[in-house]
């Protein structure tokens, strides 16, 4: 009997252990400009695009705008001025008829008043109404005042809406006859309480 032959082992095959693969790392700071801008990414909307949104944005604003915009509470007419000199023939008392409308929603109350004259070289006086507890003594003092004079116009006068308010105002303004005669302007200014003052404006006839 023979000797069995030796068998030899067949070879095994041999695995070499590899490493995962690392992420390539890139140099943001080192990207060409010219690939960042042909990225998708990176790139604007459309010029339509940007033109409707900036349309939308303006449409709005004009629409805000339109809706808080003043409104003038109230507006107003100088009627009549009528001024004597003092006997020192150093200034001058003047009456003046106006009258002021409520063209707001809601009832107005003058909280106070003044006026302005500004002669014709440009130099300006204010003065604040007479009471009308001193009107008669005035008319006393000089009685052509009287027949341009009717009831005052009073702080504290309500105004409904729609409705309007008219009165005498009382003024002295250190002024000579002449120079109040060629005025350049006389604006009376009425304030109503919480609200915007009422700029009347009177312009001379020459």
Known sequence: MSDPQPTTPAPQPTTTATAPKQPESINYGNVPFSEEMDKAKWQLPPAQIVGVGVAIVLIVGLIVGWIFRYQPVASGQV??????????????????LVSVRNDFERPIFIKEMKGTLTTADGKSYDDTPASEVDFERYFQAFPDLRSHAVAAIKPETKIVPGQQAAGTLVFGFPVTKEQFDGRKNLQITIEPYDRRAIVISEKPQK
Request: contains cysteine; aromatic residues 6%; glycine residues 0%.
């Open 79 to 96: 009627r009549e001025v009528f001024a004597v000199e003092t006997t020192d023939k150093s200034s001058v008392l003047c009456t003046v």
